[in-house]
């Protein structure tokens, strides 16, 4: 029986350390396994013992690209605990500071990390050369979402003006409305953007998705919301541990999620897009349309016009915030959590991202859990790879190696979230 074996040292353009083996005996698919071999970071581990007060610190190191993710998820958590709400200037603060990490996020893998593998490139560096105007669009956009972190957090990674109750200090208008007229410019680079994605060459690959996110009874969600799905869940952020369960697999270091019935689901921009798409701006529908999206988008490789349209909404949300902003009486409340539970869900770029604590009397954390989106999304991802390849088994290998690691980057995996580059191995007995 023929055999191959085929090495990929590294897998360019995702964001951590890992590696996809896929087996094929003759014209069978034997087994795929997505290993995140990265060495453990404890960060529940590092939290416990530590004041309620250090989280949003201690879990903004997890990711460089989503600091604020973890920030806005550990603060939510403390304050439902202690039955505060952060509403007013200070809540549009905190939205307008993850508008500013969806803009340099969604822009960073749109154009650096995700439209090589449409336009055949191995690399940005290889397309920037080709399209040097198309990469510098992209990066000014990126630029735009790091300088709105710096102005609200005090710097664009790992911001240190986030605090449980609101921030150390806010800014006043003036700074954030220099904003609006860079923001009218990335508007209109941003619908570009999506005209541009959506003229790629899609495979022809749908999956019937069971899609998870938080769902906001007015906003597109970002920090707050129910936990809703496509196939009926619709869950308080206290019972998540209850319908979505993590387990370790042999082959991986990071806890894969799944559904009481073993069943993997789908979190990031494609889900958000299904569960809200009637909440975005009308600018951002209207974009989503004319790019030919439909209600609901179940082929992964278009998740890059997904991503690109809820670009656009960040952008026209982050005006509208900034338009209407007033500097709050004072910059933070006052938080004092009792001993007790603390759980919080919000979106972060790529998915889904969830914390608990618990707090003992004198506010010190006795137990962590975050369950990032890419722990989510890990076994959809196999399953992509696993029913994509096995409608591929004719293609040559190179070719075939090429659409499995594009499969993942469908995601924007932060592996490092999840635990930082990927080897891929196509084997064939």
Known sequence: ??????????????????S??????????????LKIFEPPRFFEALLRGRHFTEAPDITARICGICPVAYQMSAAHAMERLAGVTVDGPLRDLRRLLYCGEWIESHALHIYL????????YDDSLQMAKAHPEIVQRGLALKKLGNDLMACIGGREIHPINVKVGGFYVVPTAKPLRAFRERLARAQDA?????????????????????????????????????????????????????HLLEEQVPHSNALQAHRPDGGAYHVGPMARYALNAQRLSPIARQAAREAGLPPVCRNPFQSIVVRSVELLEAIVEAERLIARYEPPDRPSVEVNPPAGVAAWATEAPRGLLYHRYRLDEHGHILEATIMPPTSQNQRMIEQDVRRLVATRLALPTEQLTWQCEQAIRNYDPCISCATHFLTVKVARE
């Open 1 to 18: 029986m023929h055999s191959k074996t085929i090495r990929v040292n590294m897998l360019s353009r995702v964001e951590g350390e890992g």
């Open 113 to 120: 990390l995700h439209a090589p593998d449409f336009l055949g």
């Open 20 to 33: 996809l083996v896929v087996k094929i005996r003759g014209d069978q698919l034997i087994d795929v396994q």
């Open 190 to 242: 941003a619908l570009e953007t999506v005209r541009w994605v959506a003229s790629f060459a899609f495979p022809a690959f749908e999956q019937d998705y069971e899609f998870v996110a938080l769902r906001h009874p007015e906003e597109y969600p970002m920090n707050e919301g129910r936990i809703v799905s496509s196939a009926g869940l619709d869950i308080d952020v206290d019972e998540v541990e209850r």
